[in-house]
């Protein structure tokens, strides 16, 4: 595809003048009184949920379609930028955070400056690296970029990344060990169930029920008649004892959580949606 | 002595390898106790992290749904998701904060209005699924219904319904909704006992992981396994 | 404070102790040639069976989020799936809805494609990262190639010969979603009905997950590092869930020892004090 | 198994307007002045009791909302830490409150401040109780563990949303033999508080004890809604069963209650027994 200069200056007008409108509509906000930048935020927020409501709760034609899933089908572009310059917030917010602590030479401040020249440093070579991959402005893999990423991406932050979270089973250990002392009925059930879900779902459950000399297999005779000794021994294997713990008892504990989490989301889904949520706003 | 020259970090390949158990060594320390070492490897994981994320969100997502629409399709609309978008990061600032309130009330109203077809789709499949467990043997029985599927059913249904009425809060509960209620609660441990010890399998395999990256790579020790 | 009793020595072993104890204990079982054969459970059974029914030419999505934080669980399960995938001649997509699962899922499928004959673009294609995982879901439900634009080598879709015949995620048969966050949630709720889902979750998520599982909402799950290793069983293949299993299992043995010792030591000193 | 859209089961559109009413209405009841019923959560008699146990031993009480970030949880734990620390101001008993985030630890100040005021006690209010750590987890973590063990505090109570480090504050209580109560919506972690806890708050009860301290409308409303729906999903499960049991799992009704596509056979059954 050629450089095509035109399309690419009008294309570069268009976003100049949007940026335009953006930063002057920024002092006209600001003359709203506080009651008004409320409504306008509860309105915005109302549209918003509206539109996807609307997009469900709207009979659909044969070809499975209502009037709105093809404008949001369009839509879908910009929702996935403005979801990615949320995620970018985070981004902002910690540069700042430690900018602020570097250049005011807060306690602990050198730290701060280790994490920006890392920031500096990865930042750039992602997006070089994501750039030649696409092969953007003509951008080329360099053998500089390859060692430079490999180092920084394969060899720094990704075995830092899986450290940070291999830290856990020290403590998970340790924490178990001291904080699982029988006290109460329910720490106890609950200590109980883990253990035998711990040995029963790895393989040496299965060998010291083999050892035991526990049936291995269960014949359509012993599912007929349960009652059947064979049949109560195969259940007492630690495997089966596991699999019906998780099956039979958790399954439905979790089912009851789900409907208790479901339906609060529910409730705060519409009490956000129409701005009732006096902590937020 | 072969082993020991292959070991040492003579190639770039052996010295990234040195480089990868410094790190990791680094971040162990602090089982020992909180300590510089860690803390500067902390802090330099954390930039890496933030920094790498900018590949993908500038370059991967910016480019494709917002710059080569416009450049190439002449998308003149999608020009104001950008600017308006940015108003996010007003939200540090004294005067203008509330603006970045306009752009997050959007983003929070769009998933208020997805929690419709959410709520459908992942709960009410599961009240269906709890419905159809018949307490004994249903007069036309499609497939082999054996006494044991009748036994679970029922403890199926005690559980969730006592797990249930340990979650409600606007009515006192005395008498058998107490007892209930009860007992929910220690079914809560069941479960709850089988997370922990799911739980307790997962952060072992991720310890075992840089173990092995350690005997693997860097001590170049075959590791057998099962 | 008078001689520190066996019995509370047994209570309050140092932290610094168990750390070494476990650390030895893992380097131990990792070094160890036992093989024990496991007994697959029904989540896995099922999941075997799904994979297994697919004819060649079935086209399946492969929801790939996990990066190097939870890579001892998830990247045995998502070799194994792949495995499993190319041996059934099935065409494959791969998604990512978190930055580095994106690099770190396209390189790990380019080096199993090239193993096994398979050609990107052709066989096989990855879609890159895409930050809204519910918008993703819904727009791809519709029309995929207004969704995701491009593949994460800068091809348009309607040009990837992998998408001959595919306009959305209705011409899909399965999506394997191997993930260390809820994204199963979203899958479960935004796709287009008959779009069956496999589940490969961290061990963390499996407990939750299994009234879906009750219901029908997934029709197979492996867990974590050991569900690999079922997996790698049934497939007949050797991957890191067989290479962790024994040291998987000889952890639970030495945390199960410690609570029961700790709680020995407790009764214990309740006894010699109360006398 | 899943809806694309409300028109794949009416029904589902049916029970979110029931639970949307029934939220709504409550709400607009609650703001009305009318008194709902919120019953008193075992967990705060716990709470009372640590707060007893903690003002005899005199040393300080800590508070952590964790890394919850600001939001629905960390307004409704810091109206936990309030209750509770007007109770303690009655003894002059120290306390500690320990954040992760920024804006929670500008906001926790307010409150810590204006409970102070309400047990007329403003005096004993000391700006350096209310702390930021550290926006790390382990950083935080490590920080609060060191601070339990300084101090040797008497009482540790832990709202809010938790991840992995809550192991170390839990274990940490444990050493100095503190009282500890949590409460957390994050299901992951309640094992371990149960275990090392003297008393944990599970789920929705974290809701439910704001609430009841708080007794602010909207979240009164709300949750008498909830406990409305939650009784309605109960009766069509035990109704339900008794269909599938004594008629079959096939019958209309029970094909209504939740399955797509469900609508139509239901409808045509119904037209049936009309009609006849």
């Given amino acids: 595809m050629l450089f095509d200069t035109t399309q690419l200056v009008v294309a570069l007008l268009w976003i100049a003048g949007a940026f335009a409108l953006a930063i002057a509509l920024i002092p006209l906000l600001g003359t709203l009184p506080p009651r008004g930048r409320f409504a306008l935020i509860s309105f915005v927020t109302f549209i918003a949920g509206l539109f996807f409501a609307a997009e469900f709760f709207l009979p659909v034609g044969e070809d499975n379609k209502n009037i709105l899933t093809d404008p949001f089908q369009k839509m879908q572009g910009s929702l996935q930028v403005i979801t990615a310059l949320s995620l970018g917030l985070g981004t ?34 992602s997006i070089w690296n994501t750039m030649a991959e696409k092969g953007l402005f003509g951008i080329e893999r360099t053998q500089l970029l390859e060692n430079a990423f490999t180092l920084l991406f394969d060899y720094t932050l990704i075995q830092l990344d899986a450290t940070m979270f291999s830290l856990i089973a020290f403590y998970i250990f340790s924490a178990a060990y001291r904080a699982f002392r029988i006290r109460s009925i329910e720490a106890s059930i609950l200590m109980f169930t883990a253990m035998l879900v711990m040995i029963g779902i790895v393989p040496l459950g299965k060998l010291i029920s083999d050892s035991i000399g526990l049936p291995a297999v269960q014949t359509a005779e012993m599912r007929t008649n349960p009652f059947m000794l064979e049949n109560i021994l195969y259940n007492l294997r630690l495997p089966q004892i596991a699999g019906w713990i998780q099956e039979t008892l ?21 009490r956000l949606w129409l701005s009732l949520e006096r902590g937020i706003n | 002595m072969d082993w020991l020259n292959e070991f040492l970090p003579t190639s770039t390949e052996r010295l990234n390898v040195w480089i990868g158990v410094i790190c990791t060594f680094a971040i162990y320390s602090i089982l020992y106790r909180e300590n510089p070492f860690y803390r500067f490897f902390e802090h330099m994981y954390i930039g890496l992290a933030a920094g790498y994320a900018l590949g993908p969100y500038l370059v991967d997502v910016l480019y494709r749904y917002w710059w080569e629409p416009i450049r190439i399709e002449g998308a003149w609309g999608l020009v104001f998701v950008v600017p308006f978008g940015m108003y996010l990061y007003f939200i540090y600032s004294e005067r203008y904060g509330w603006i970045s309130r306009i752009v997050i009330g959007a ?17 009410l499949p599961q009240l269906h699924g709890a419905l159809t467990k018949p307490l004994w ?38 008498g058998a909704v107490k007892r209930t209620a009860i007992l929910g609660r220690w079914f809560l441990m069941i479960g709850l006992g ?33 | 404070m008078e001689a ?80 499993h995938l190319m041996r059934k001649r099935v065409r494959f997509t791969i998604i990512s809805f978190a930055p580095p699962a994106r690099d770190i899922s396209h390189r790990l499928a380019r080096r199993i494609a090239e193993e096994n004959g398979y050609v990107e673009g052709k066989d096989w294609a990855h879609f890159g990262y895409t930050p809204d995982i519910i918008i993703a879901i819904k727009g791809m439900s519709e029309d995929i190639a207004q969704t995701i634009r491009q593949d994460v080598r800068r091809t348009p879709i309607a040009e990837l010969e992998v998408m001959r015949g595919i306009k959305s995620l209705k011409d899909y ?34 407990a939750e997950a299994y009234t879906f599982l009750d219901s029908g909402q997934i029709l197979g799950m492996i867990t974590g590092a050991k569900g690999a290793y079922e997996y790698e069983r049934l497939l007949g293949i050797v991957g890191l869930g067989t290479r962790f299993i024994n040291a998987i299992q000889f952890s639970h043995v030495l945390i199960i020892f410690f609570i029961l010792l700790g709680n020995f030591g407790m009764l214990m000193q309740r006894r010699a004090s109360a006398s | 198994m899943s809806y694309q859209h409300a028109e794949d089961n009416w029904f589902a559109a049916i029970l979110i307007a029931f639970i949307a009413l029934a939220v709504l209405v409550n709400i607009w009841r609650a703001r009305r002045g009318k008194a709902l019923y919120i019953r008193r959560i075992p967990g705060l008699d716990a709470i ?78 000391d700006a350096d109780s209310v702390r930021f750590l550290s926006s790390e987890q382990f950083a935080f973590a490590s920080g609060v563990a060191g601070l339990i063990q300084r101090e040797r505090i008497a009482a540790n109570f832990m709202f809010g949303i938790f991840y992995a480090e809550s192991l170390i504050f839990a274990e940490t209580g444990n050493i100095v033999g503190a009282v500890q109560i949590a409460g957390t919506v994050s299901f992951t972690q309640v094992p371990f508080f149960v275990a090392a806890c003297d008393y944990t708050i599970i789920g929705d009860e974290f809701y439910a004890t704001s609430a009841y301290i708080s007794r602010e409308p909207v979240l009164l409303g709300s949750l008498v809604g909830q406990d409305l729906s939650k009784i309605s999903f109960a009766s069509m499960i035990v109704g339900g069963s008794m269909i599938s049991t004594f008629i079959g799992t096939d019958h209309p009704i029970v094909q209504l209650l939740g399955k797509p596509q469900g609508w139509q056979s239901f409808v045509e059954w119904l037209s049936q027994v009309l009609g006849r």
Avoid at chain 1, 104 to 114: A, D, F, K, N
Avoid at chain 2, 115 to 123: C, D, L, V
Avoid at chain 4, 80 to 85: L, N, R, V
Wanted: hydrophobic share 50%; with cysteine.
């Fill in chain 1, 92 to 125: 902002y917010g910690l540069v700042r955070l430690h900018l602020r602590n570097a250049v005011q030479r807060r306690p602990q401040w050198g730290y701060s400056l280790v994490l920006l020249i890392a920031f500096v440093v990865m930042a750039f070579f």
């Fill in chain 1, 250 to 270: 958790n399954a439905p504990v979790q089912r009851a959580i789900e409907f208790g989490v479901g339906i609060g989301a529910l409730a705060m889904a519409i």
């Fill in chain 2, 107 to 123: 983003l929070i109203g769009a998933y208020s209005g997805l929690a419709f077809q959410m709520f459908s789709s992942r709960y």
């Fill in chain 2, 137 to 174: 043997f249903p007069p036309n029985a499609t497939g082999e219904i054996f006494l044991s599927n009748i036994f679970n059913n029922w403890i199926f249904l005690i559980i969730l319904i006592s797990v249930m009425v340990y979650f409600t809060f606007s009515f006192e509960h005395r």
């Fill in chain 2, 194 to 226: 089988a997370m922990f010890g799911n739980t307790v399998m997962a952060r072992m395999a991720l310890l075992i992981g840089r173990v092995y990256y350690l005997l693997d790579s860097w001590l170049m020790i075959r590791v057998g396994g099962g």
């Fill in chain 3, 4 to 83: 520190r009793s066996i019995w509370e020595r047994m209570m309050r072993i140092d932290r610094r102790i168990l750390y070494v104890i476990l650390a030895v204990n893992i380097i131990a079982a990792l070094m160890a040639r036992v093989a024990i054969e496991p007994d697959v459970p029904p989540p896995v059974k099922r999941f075997y069976d799904t994979v297994e029914a697919l004819q060649p030419g079935d086209m399946v999505m492969v929801s790939s989020t996990w990066s190097a934080g939870t890579l001892a669980e998830n990247q045995p399960q998502f070799e194994a799936v792949l495995k």
């Fill in chain 3, 173 to 206: 048969k399965l999506v394997v979603d191997v993930t260390p966050s809820d994204t199963l949630g979203n899958w479960i709720s935004y796709r287009p009905p008959d779009l069956k889902i496999l589940y490969c979750p961290t061990s963390v998520m499996a």
């Fill in chain 4, 48 to 125: 009372d009791e640590a707060i007893g146990r903690s003002t005899e031993l005199g040393r300080p009480v800590t508070m952590i909302p964790g890394l919850t970030g600001f939001g629905v949880e960390a307004v409704q734990a810091l109206t936990i830490f309030k209750y509770i620390t007007k109770q303690i101001a009655r003894f002059a008993t120290p306390m500690r409150l320990l954040t992760a985030n920024a804006t929670v630890y500008a906001v926790a100040q307010e409150a810590i401040a204006d409970a102070y005021n309400e047990a007329e006690r403003p005096d004993l209010y």
